[in-house]
């Protein structure tokens, strides 16, 4: 009676089947397609746009399966990216520093540039610092029980310092003027030629599967039912003998990850890496892809970062005007009236089973129930 | 002392002045059914709760097995061997029965433990037969949220013992259950309490006939009396305090 | 010395009245609700848009109207930001409860309309709004009672409605010019001109007391005492009490809670009004305005706790005055050069740096008291 999941390693490997597939076709098929349509420019926009579907990734983990609203995923994304960019303007020749320091009298390299001349160490911190950063941050937060709301919070203010922090100063990491990677070399050629820009996009395109794969392997068995527990009835984990600090730290830390290897990838395809990427706007976008996508649902998070970055690339060109409406008004009706997002709104169609995991947590316990409110309106 | 499995000594918790516990003697043999009755605002809820490490204890202290829970966290304290049922059903109501369960049961609650799960080989056996004691295998493989308030008591219950622990705390298990129900809910605690030591918090005097061999009156964060049921309903001061005429 | 000392500890508690000023709208509505108002700082922008225009009218006048404008831009101010909110509490909010998480996503997309909005807001775009609220509003009264069993028929008559006032906003755009489709501030900021009596000083000893930071102070004070006794003594702010010690049990006892919530939603919006007008006594006024101060204003109720006056109090001044004190670079210099501690406190002397040290103190602080500086006690308060 119970192993009503007999065909789960059937489904696994179709499902591993189909995202080699996709991987294979948006590394070989699409890149040949848009320059036969004279569209070149958008591939590097599919890989920037990819990039931040990791990142989504990484903000589906903590708020669609864990309920942790953090607003300062663009701490991790600019850890991230900073670490790459700085490895790529050491790549000169020795002795020489970096052309902004002469702007500002630098002439002695800052000590915490140098672990950066090696290339593992860079690769390393770009996973590391923003998962070490978040794990020491969300330790101090969930020990003391701090959550919702006043997560969301203090993640912004964490936000608010970093981007203050990089900001001012200039002597350290060329301040509000941001490290620039397109004009620096790999491997003896320029970041932004034609070679090193396919291997990053081929890059990015693996690395989204990559980073599904673990989402899901991390979503899907035990770990992935007491994050939803987490999410649903924290006190009530406490009691069943969980700790849930150490799980929450983990996973934002994981997350923390994931979106610091985006934020990597994006810098390298965007060409520059400034503190605006610790904007309060970026960080919260990164929170609506998710919603549009659908949370608590992984394709969702990815498809919901494309699409939400397409539209913006297309409509804040054409009407910078009223791009701020139409995000604004996408913030209120994803909430109201799509809660589900996407995949959530699709999957009512009934052509594919229902989700076993609803996507918004239930109500708060001491909140009075819905009914109350509704009062005479319509 | 040490032979009984719960006891507090001199237990007070305060909120600001007001005292929900006043000096608390209490304590618990193995084995034994248990259950504390009284007035709203007696403090039985509180009394859980500074058990289970929810409310420290502004003084005095709290043994289990003759250790001291003083400064344990309520997952420690769970890990000790006391399980909580709370007054309303909590459950995980996007987790189906059956998760619920192995959710519970599950050996090694840190991180790693859940990441790489060593196989289960008793578990399903275990959790299976435990599904029929709570008489919930049809519903094994639903959501939580789609069960009716009387599966979710017993899923509850269900996964209490799933955790295995030595000292059962239930609080009002029958709440808003049918008389059907309640019989049911009534045999499933007798039936564990031949395993377990069961401390059961209750209003239903029908109920509480049906379970209780000794019954601990609490009133204003102090113990009244404590004695079998036909004793505690006879004494005068219970009367006076909480059922205000003897019924029947 | 001294004197630098004082101007800075008198610079501080300016800063923390105006945090106070717009923290004690933001920590009512959080009691109360558990929603925090992502568009709160855009109701204090808007504020200081009304004062703005408001001087424009009035200001230009001259003599006493001039000096006393800012009088009448007080309580206008109030009024427009509590609309505001009212309305905000009224569309969004209310459907939301019992999702603060969903609430803060919801009111953060409004704050950046807030702020498109007043970036472009022109006649053509007031003329096409207008008319669309004309349209629902007939809607409603004549035409959706007759059509009672058809939900889906308001939402297309919305947006019909919408579809056409843009149109016809457009089209007066297109015939008018400039007359109509100049923006009415644009996205660079405006100045508010004090009056004369603001632009002095006090002073002191051998150092002014400007006059500015002053009436910021005492604005402040005076709203502190008008919100204590709204609170405490009058029959609504015991109902906002009560609903926000138990909902339910208010509900039941026939307090209107939705009542209840948008008044409160309201002075809380109207206060941010308020401290909308001491900001733009401060610097200039541009759409930006309500980020610069937000999150500040959050990590006051995060200190100060829930639903406590005093706890937002002091931790707007506390944390006002430290932010000034590192800003100021005044700690190195009473230190001297010799202290090892000078190198350290030069480091964090500017605005953003002092904002770094600020946030590391309250994580620090909230591992000595997680839940601010005055915590609820008792069984409810985590159910």
């Given amino acids: ?378 | 002392m040490t032979s009984k499995i719960l006891v507090t000594e001199n237990l007070t918790v305060s909120f600001d002045g007001f005292k929900a516990l006043k000096n608390l003697n209490f304590s618990l043999e193995p084995g034994e059914l248990r259950v504390v009755i009284g007035p709203n605002g007696a403090g039985k809820t509180t009394f859980l709760d500074v058990i289970t490490g929810k409310v420290q204890p502004t003084s005095g202290r709290i043994l289990f097995k003759g250790q001291n829970l003083r400064r344990q966290t309520e997952e420690q304290i769970s890990r000790l061997g006391i399980g909580r049922k709370f007054q309303t059903p909590r459950v995980y109501l996007n987790l189906t029965c059956w998760q619920n369960l192995e959710l519970s049961y599950h050996a090694r609650k840190s991180v790693w433990g859940t990441l790489f799960p060593r196989p289960p080989r008793d578990e399903r056996r275990h959790l299976g037969h435990l599904l029929e004691i709570i008489g919930l295998v049809p519903q094994a493989q639903s959501r939580a949220a789609l069960l009716s308030h009387g599966e979710k008591q017993r899923l509850e219950i269900g996964m209490l013992v799933a955790q295995s622990p030595n000292l059962l705390l239930v609080d009002e298990p029958v709440a808003g259950l049918t008389d059907e129900e309640t019989g049911k809910v009534g045999e499933l605690l007798l039936t564990l309490a031949e395993t377990h030591s069961i401390l059961v918090i209750e209003h239903d005097m029908e109920f509480v006939r049906q379970i209780a061999r000794q019954v601990t009156v609490l009133h204003e964060g102090t113990i009244l009396c404590e004695g079998t049921i036909e004793q505690v309903q006879a004494d005068p001061r219970v009367i006076e305090v909480y059922l205000g005429q003897p019924q029947e | ?383």
């Fill in chain 1, 1 to 378: 009676m119970l192993n009503l999941r007999l065909s789960r390693p059937k489904a696994l490997l179709l499902e591993v089947g189909v995202v080699f597939l996709l991987v294979l076709a948006t590394v070989f098929g699409v890149p040949p397609l848009l320059t036969a349509a004279g569209q070149a420019y958008r591939i590097n926009l599919l890989g920037r746009f990819l990039a931040l579907a990791i990142a989504a990734l990484g903000v589906d983990l903590i708020w669609g399966f864990t309920g942790l609203l953090s607003l300062g995923q663009g701490i991790f994304f600019a850890l991230g990216g900073y670490s790459l960019a700085m490895h790529l303007q050491l790549q000169i020749p020795t002795g020489q520093l970096p052309d902004f320091f002469s702007l500002y009298g630098v002439s002695q390299l800052p000590w915490f540039w140098y672990p950066y001349y090696s290339f593992g160490f860079t690769l390393a911190a770009v996973v590391l610092l923003p998962a070490l950063t978040a794990a020491l941050l969300g330790y101090l937060v969930f020990r003391n029980r701090i959550r919702g709301v006043y997560f969301a919070i203090l993640t912004q203010a964490a936000l608010i310092v970093f981007f203050n922090f990089f900001n001012g100063q200039q002597k350290l990491i060329n301040g509000t003027n941001g490290l620039k990677t397109d004009t620096t070399e790999l491997f003896g050629q320029l970041v932004s030629s034609q070679p090193i820009q396919s291997a990053f996009y081929t890059c990015t395109v693996v690395l989204v599967a990559v980073a599904y794969f673990l989402c899901r392997w991390l979503t899907s068995g035990r770990f992935g039912r007491i994050l939803v527990a987490v999410r649903d009835d924290e006190t009530r984990l406490r009691f069943s003998g969980y700790n849930p600090t150490g799980f929450k730290v983990v996973v934002f830390a994981i997350a923390a990850a994931l979106v610091g290897v985006a934020g990597a990838l994006y810098t390298v395809q965007s060409g520059i890496i400034t503190p605006d990427a610790m904007s309060i706007a970026f960080s919260i976008d990164m929170v609506i892809w998710v919603a549009v996508g659908g949370r608590g649902t992984l394709v969702g998070a990815i498809l919901g970062a494309l699409l939400v970055e397409f539209a913006r690339n297309n409509l804040s060109d054409q009407f910078p005007e009223f791009w701020l409406f139409l995000q604004g008004a996408l913030f209120l009706l994803v909430v109201t009236v799509l809660p589900g997002g996407v995949i959530g709104w699709v999957r009512t169609w009934r052509i594919f089973p229902p989700p076993t995991v609803t996507t918004y947590p239930s109500l708060e316990v001491d909140l009075e129930p819905e009914d109350d409110q509704q009062d005479s309106r319509d």
């Fill in chain 3, 1 to 383: 010395m001294l004197s630098v000392l004082l101007d800075t500890l008198f610079d501080g508690i300016s800063i923390g009245s105006v945090l106070l000023l717009a923290a004690l709208g933001l920590a009512i509505v959080f009691g109360l609700m558990g929603v925090i108002n992502m568009a709160h700082g855009e109701l204090m922008m808007i504020g200081a848009y009304t004062m703005y225009l408001v001087q424009n009218s009035f200001g230009g006048l001259g003599g006493v109207w001039f000096e006393s404008y800012i009088f009448l831009a007080l309580p206008t101010a109030f009024l427009v930001a509590a609309l505001g909110g009212l309305m905000l509490e009224r569309w969004v909010i209310r459907y939301l409860y019992g999702r603060p998480l969903e609430t803060l996503l919801a009111t953060w997309g409004v704050s950046l309309i807030l702020q498109q909005f007043v970036r472009s807001v022109n006649w053509a775009m007031v003329i096409g709004l207008v008319l669309w609220g004309a349209l629902i509003l007939t809607g409603r009264l004549l035409v959706w009672p007759r059509w009672g069993n058809l939900p889906w028929m308001s939402r297309v008559w919305v947006i019909a409605a919408g579809a056409l006032a843009w149109g016809v906003g457009a089209l007066a755009g297109e015939r008018f010019g400039l007359a109509l489709e100049e923006p009415w501030f644009g996205a660079e900021g405006v100045d508010v001109n004090a009056p004369d009596w603001l632009q002095g000083g006090i002073p002191l000893g051998d150092f002014q007391l400007p006059a500015s930071r002053l009436f910021i102070i005492s604005l402040t004070s005076i709203c502190l005492l008008g919100l204590y006794l709204f609170l405490q003594k009058s029959p609504w702010g015991l109902r906002i009490r009560a609903v926000t010690q138990n909902r339910s049990m208010s509900a039941c006892l026939g307090i209107p809670t939705g009542t209840v919530d948008a008044l409160t939603f309201a002075l809380g919006s109207g206060l941010a009004g308020v401290a909308g007008c001491a900001v733009s006594l401060l610097g200039s006024v541009d759409p930006n305005l309500g980020q610069e101060y937000i999150v500040n204003t959050f990590m006051v109720v995060v200190v100060g706790g829930v639903g406590n006056l005093v706890g937002s109090v002091v931790a707007a001044m506390t944390i006002g005055i430290l932010q000034d004190l590192f800003s100021s670079g005044i700690l190195p210099l009473l230190l001297g050069d010799k202290n090892p501690l000078t190198g350290f406190f030069n480091f964090f002397a500017t605005d953003s740096m002092a904002k770094v040290i600020v946030f590391a103190l309250i994580i620090i602080f909230l591992q000595v008291r997680p839940a601010g500086m005055f915590p609820q006690k008792g069984r409810s308060v985590d159910a």
